[in-house]
């Protein structure tokens, strides 16, 4: 008989980064797993069709998603008790579960509790970001409040970085399980554009710091250089549609329209990174960041920001401070461009393989 284990997922199963990492593992161990999921957003997405034709059930818990800044924030702290309360009775009406595997940061904790009460075995908190624990006073109890719970509750915490489990865990005992890719999607592939093409991918917001990237691209063509700024992503908020709108505001004042293009989301990455000739990356903080990876797998030389965790360079990482002009940035690349055209290099990312990575689960799993 099938082991049966519960995701909690902090949004759906949009395409992203914490989704994206749970369906290469239910594609790697549905053969020997039965996966269902808690969505903290109910509206239907990317991977439900896809999560649905293995075999898991999706729990969709609807959460508040307004335009109330105000109001989110007062949500953020109340919708707690909702959440563990819709937990323990889907654990309770659906179970026995062997294993809860939590992705929904500090709420992990009130998951994690749940879990217990209803008597699965192998409890998991699992870190995606970097956290900035600071902010108002009731904040900081509610940081302090839930990671108690979290080490109460959880009888493994892994991270997908050194700098992931240090943010949400505050301590060393952990275990750092990288992001997988498939490398059979992202090889090698060889660039024949002569023209200078960076590409960023993810979703819009402040934290992705697209508009660096523009004001990067903007210093480049003030030097008669053809180049284009290729964005793939999608908003997922009230605040994400307006940082969006912010940026193409800036398009138009600055007149960058025509070397500008914006792809969807949902567009193929492997394919959109085979047609750049770079990867520019200035998050402001990043758990990890399996874009940079997907991108050497291709063969980019990636332009990151120096807040994303240096596990991530498999030789064709470039990191740069934000706190550097934009110059500095647009200099670097230049001069990468100048002497190479943008070639693809080979680059050697079978650590983060889904086989390799495969490994590390099945043994949290207890399923070795």
Same mark, same amino acid.
């Given at each position: ?8 997922? /902090? #949004? ?11 369906? #290469? ?9 039965? *996966? ?23 729990? =969709?818990?609807?959460? /508040? ?27 309770? +009406? ?6 809860? %595997? ?24 699992? $870190? ?7 902010? #108002? ?15 109460? /509750? ?6 997908? !970085? ?20 498939? @490398? ?22 402040? +934290? ?8 990067? @691209?903007?210093?480049?063509? $003030?030097?008669?250089? #053809? ?6 992503? =999608?908003?997922?908020?009230? %605040? $994400?549609?307006?940082? *969006?709108?912010? @940026?193409?505001? *800036? ?26 000739? /770079?990867?520019?990356?200035? !998050?402001?903080?990043?758990? *990890? ?11 980019? =030389?990636?332009? @990151? ?35 190479? =055209?943008?070639? %693809? ?24």
């Amino acid at each position: 008989m099938k082991k049966k284990i519960l995701f909690i997922c /902090y #949004n759906n199963l949009e395409k992203g980064g914490i989704q994206n990492i749970l369906m #290469n593992i239910v594609r790697s161990l549905s053969d020997i797993v039965t *996966f269902d999921i808690v969505c903290l957003d109910a509206r239907k997405a990317f991977y439900d069709n896809e999560f649905e034709k293995y075999g898991g059930k999706i729990f =969709r818990l609807g959460k /508040y998603d307004g335009n109330s800044t105000k109001h989110a924030r007062l949500d953020y702290y109340i919708r707690g008790n909702y959440l563990y309360r819709n937990v323990k009775k889907i654990l309770k +009406n659906n179970g026995p579960y062997e294993c809860i %595997h939590c992705n929904n940061a500090l709420e992990s904790g009130l998951c994690l509790k749940a879990a217990y009460e209803c008597g699965v075995p192998i409890r998991i908190a699992h $870190s995606h970001t970097v956290f900035d624990g600071s902010g #108002n006073v009731l904040r900081r109890i509610y940081f302090k409040s839930y990671r108690k719970l979290i080490h109460k /509750y959880a009888t493994q915490l892994i991270g997908c !970085s050194v700098q992931a489990c240090k943010s949400l865990f505050l301590c060393n005992d952990v275990n750092v399980i990288p992001n997988s890719i498939d @490398l059979s999607k992202f090889q090698y592939r060889p660039y024949n554009n002569e023209n200078l093409k960076l590409i960023q991918i993810g979703t819009f917001s402040e +934290n992705k710091n697209q508009m660096f990237s523009l004001q990067v @691209l903007k210093e480049i063509v $003030s030097r008669n250089i #053809n180049a284009t700024l290729v964005f793939v992503g =999608r908003t997922n908020s009230h %605040h $994400s549609q307006m940082y *969006f709108e912010k @940026l193409n505001m *800036f398009i138009r004042e600055n007149k960058l329209n025509e070397y500008i293009i914006f792809l969807p989301g949902e567009s193929d990455v492997s394919s959109c990174l085979a047609e750049s000739s /770079y990867l520019i990356f200035p !998050s402001i903080k990043e758990g *990890f960041g399996i874009v940079p990876i997907e991108a050497q797998g291709v063969g980019l =030389r990636c332009f @990151l920001s120096d807040s994303v965790p240096r596990e991530l360079d498999c030789g064709g990482c470039v990191f740069l401070s934000l706190g550097d002009d934009v110059k500095k940035w647009a200099d670097v690349i230049i001069k990468d461009y100048c002497n190479t =055209r943008g070639v %693809h290099n080979r680059y050697d990312c079978s650590r983060y393989s889904i086989e390799t990575i495969m490994k590390e689960y099945r043994k949290i799993y207890g399923i070795e």
